[in-house]
């Protein structure tokens, strides 16, 4: 299993991002694939936000209230590609961004997310001005 994302960095409040995930060694049919992320010196108490979660088959996707109207998930089944666009960022956005296989609950539901060997090493997003 390998998740490699890309596509952080350091951009103005209000400003966008899109950040992808290449994903190996996971079946798309079999796994979701979704966005965790860390804020900075949350690592050690392992506190960590579970933003997004698509399931590609049929398109079902989920995000969490506090991303909700500014951040969207989609595929790309052809190219193993994940993508999470981000829009209207705001300092509290800042955070490292994991890629990772998830689930639905139901297939439309509530999320839940794959232990951390199914996560990426993650990218870091800065919202600052």
């Known amino acids: 299993v390998q998740l490699v994302e890309s596509g952080g960095g350091l951009v103005q409040p209000g400003g966008s991002l899109r950040l992808s995930c290449a994903v190996s060694?996971?079946?798309?049919?079999?796994?979701?694939i979704g966005w965790i992320r860390q804020a900075p010196g949350k690592e050690r108490q392992g506190v960590s936000e579970?933003?997004?979660?698509?399931?590609?088959?049929?398109?079902?996707?989920y995000h969490a209230d506090s991303v909700k109207g500014r951040f969207t998930t989609s595929s790309d089944i052809a190219k193993a590609m994940v993508y999470l666009q981000m829009n209207n960022l705001k300092p509290e956005d800042t955070a490292v961004y994991y890629c990772?296989?998830?689930?639905?609950?139901?297939?439309?539901?509530?999320?839940?997310?794959?232990?951390?060997?199914?996560w990426g090493k993650g990218t870091l997003v800065t919202v600052s001005s």
């Open positions: 060694g996971l079946r798309f049919d079999d796994f979701g």
């Open positions: 990772a296989a998830c689930g639905l609950v139901d297939g439309r539901g509530t999320p839940y997310y794959y232990g951390k060997d199914y």
């Open positions: 579970g933003i997004s979660c698509i399931n590609a088959r049929d398109g079902n996707t």
